[in-house]
């Protein structure tokens, strides 16, 4: 069973920046598209970056484009997501999920079908 395990999270100041991984157990990693979402307390879990299966291909959320970059390390069954100048609006819980081969990007949360626990980030202002 693929498990994803994230890190990284904390509490870090307005303008600040962090720097979230997820490590994925299992040997098809590199076939398959990863995503971030995250999921503040009482809203929907909002879709954040998506990359494909060989970084060829990225997709951001309009909220986070040009602040926040997606990259992997496919020998590593790493994605990573580096988040600068954080802003108030970004305190959520930052999940990540495994998506579909091929090279489709998606952001919607029912095309992923395995994800992470969790990883609160806190930007205080």
């Known amino acids: 069973q693929v498990q994803l395990v994230e890190s990284g999270g904390g509490l870090v100041q307005a303008g600040g920046s962090l720097r979230l991984s997820c490590v994925t157990s299992?040997?098809?990693?590199?076939?398959?598209?990863m995503g971030w979402f995250r999921q503040a307390p009482g809203k929907e879990r909002e879709f954040v970056a998506a990359?494909?299966?060989?970084?060829?291909?990225?997709y951001y959320a309009d909220s986070v484009k040009g602040r926040f970059t997606i990259s992997r390390d496919n020998a590593k069954n790493t994605v990573s997501l580096q988040m600068n100048s954080l802003k108030s609006e970004d305190t959520a819980v930052y999940y990540c999920?495994?998506?579909?081969?091929?090279?489709?990007?998606?952001?919607?949360?029912?095309?992923?079908?395995?994800w992470g626990q969790g990883t609160q980030v806190t930007v205080s202002s």
């Open positions: 999920a495994r998506g579909a081969t091929g090279s489709a990007l998606y952001s919607s949360p029912r095309l992923y079908a395995t």
């Open positions: 299992g040997r098809t990693f590199g076939n398959y598209a």
């Open positions: 990359i494909s299966w060989n970084g060829g291909s990225t």
